[in-house]
């Protein structure tokens, strides 16, 4: 297949829109798929799951169903090295493709299962091993989405063209909480335990036939078509990767972690903190987190835009600070049980979540040389998620209820914030550089 270039204006500009709608929406549905469990873990999974420790030791029950949302993230450096071999090898677009399948495929299982009260102990162990398969599925699919845009992107616009997977984080949250709070207002509470939290899950299966029709449909990246025709490929991607580039992944992995370990707070543990701990009506938590997320949407697309302007480093920086700023002052909002309150508490963290996460994509892609860039910005992405996001909702629950005092995780969020500020002022801005190299 021969790919379009700047020769062709208007085709050129057709395949980009077909580039930025694939990766956008491929990476919407697989974090719908992710975040529709971090929720329902937060929500509901603990009764129906984990059922006799449930009525023994509610707290205890919590703390297990949040850990089975970290233990995904165990395996997604695994399906990381496994996709990004295979990206590196075979191509972005085969690997994005078997990527969404799977984690659809796991989703829509999950809404199959029995319950503890059917099965008994087996309904837990199945539960964890489809989250098992989403975990390893979604540690390959980011950064083929990443790379598609960035090495379709011209120069000059790579980290807008980036933010346009990263937005799919945001939109995949508002969309995982609006079918939540949709079946919740329709069915009512007590069928939504008893049934209704399966329909989520299988709703995947029609969202991955749309994002599969759209991912196909578009074309190679332009790096890997050159890495053929030079025949600049590794043999052995992985191994070429640490030997040369591991300082790299371990810096980016770093780098990376205070705004995974925010972005899940944002999307498991509020909700669930709001709803059970502070008793405040579960429909206005809900639209109210939704209405949050468009913050982080809108200043994922800022970030990448101000990346391209004044480096991704320093977008980086500016979005971390405001962070380290807000960890602590947030949960006093959140305490006053005020939806108002909550709102802004929720909105300001997405600001600098948005920020923050908008220029990653070229960030990460401009690091790594093209033969072994799938499997450095896959593992880097893996590793920095596993190291943020897998556990803090189980630790801001395990915090909250040792010490009964819900700013100390702000102490927590700021620790590793700070790390991240460091890890990325030791990066090297490379933005520009070429990215056939």
Same mark, same amino acid.
């Given at each position: ?11 050129? +500009?057709?395949?980009? #829109? #077909? ?25 509901? $999974? ?33 399906? /990381?090295?496994? @996709? ?8 972005? #677009? *085969? ?16 809404? $199959? ?35 598609? @845009? ?22 995949? &949250?508002?969309?995982?909480? =609006? ?9 009512? +509470? ?40 030079? #025949? *600049? ?7 070429? %990767?640490? +030997? ?32 059970? =701990?502070? *008793?405040?009506? !579960? ?17 994922? &697309? ?52 948005? !920020? ?30 596993? %190291? ?11 915090? !909250? ?21 460091? /890890? ?5 801005? *490379?933005?520009?550089?070429? &990215?056939?190299?």
């Amino acid at each position: 297949m021969t790919t379009m270039t700047a020769d062709d204006p208007v085709a050129y +500009r057709r395949e980009q #829109k #077909k580039i930025l709608a694939g990766t956008l929406v491929g990476t919407s549905i697989e974090w719908y798929d992710f975040f529709i469990y971090a929720q329902a873990a937060g929500l509901v $999974l603990s009764p129906l799951f984990l059922k006799p420790l449930n009525e023994e030791n509610p707290g205890l029950a919590q703390i297990i169903s949040f850990a089975t949302v970290g233990i995904s993230f165990l395996f997604r450096p695994v399906g /990381a090295i496994v @996709a990004g071999h295979l990206g590196d090898r075979i191509g972005r #677009k *085969k690997v994005l493709v078997l990527t969404l399948v799977l984690m659809g495929v796991a989703t829509a299982l999950i809404g $199959l299962l029995p319950t503890y009260a059917s099965i008994g102990i087996a309904a837990p162990i199945l539960l964890i091993t489809l989250r098992i398969v989403q975990g390893f599925a979604a540690g390959g699919e980011w950064g083929g989405a990443a790379l598609m @845009a960035v090495e379709h992107a011209p120069t000059h616009r790579r980290a807008f063209f980036g933010s346009f997977p990263q937005i799919g984080v945001p939109i995949g &949250l508002i969309l995982a909480t =609006s079918v939540l709070f949709a079946l919740q207002k329709i069915l009512g +509470r007590d069928a939504f335990l008893e049934w209704g939290w399966r329909i989520p899950f299988l709703a995947s299966v029609l969202l991955i036939v749309v994002g599969w029709i759209i991912r196909r449909t578009v074309e190679e990246s332009p790096v890997f078509h050159h890495m053929q025709e030079t #025949k *600049k490929g590794s043999a052995a991607p992985l191994r070429q %990767l640490f +030997r040369s580039n591991s300082k790299e992944v371990i810096v980016a992995a770093l780098s990376f972690i205070s705004v995974n370990c925010a972005g899940y707070l944002l999307i498991a543990f509020f909700i669930s903190y709001m709803s059970k =701990s502070l *008793k405040v009506g !579960l429909d206005g938590v809900l639209i109210t987190t939704t209405l949050a997320a468009f913050g982080w949407l809108a200043f994922a &697309l800022v970030g990448g835009l101000l990346a391209d302007r004044i480096g991704r480093v320093r977008t980086f920086q500016i979005g971390y600070s405001i962070i380290l700023l807000w960890c602590i002052p947030m949960w006093f909002l959140m305490d006053t049980k005020s939806l108002g309150w909550y709102f802004v508490a929720a909105f300001v963290l997405s600001i600098g979540l948005g !920020l923050a996460y908008g220029p990653q994509a070229a960030l990460y892609s401009e690091l790594f040389p093209a033969a072994v860039r799938y499997s450095g910005v896959s593992i880097a992405y893996a590793i920095g998620a596993v %190291l943020g996001g897998a556990f803090a909702p189980t630790i801001s629950e395990w915090i !909250l209820r040792t010490t009964g005092e819900s700013w100390h995780i702000g102490i927590y969020v700021g620790i590793v914030t700070i790390i991240s500020l460091i /890890a990325m002022s030791s990066i090297k801005d *490379k933005r520009g550089v070429d &990215l056939n190299s």
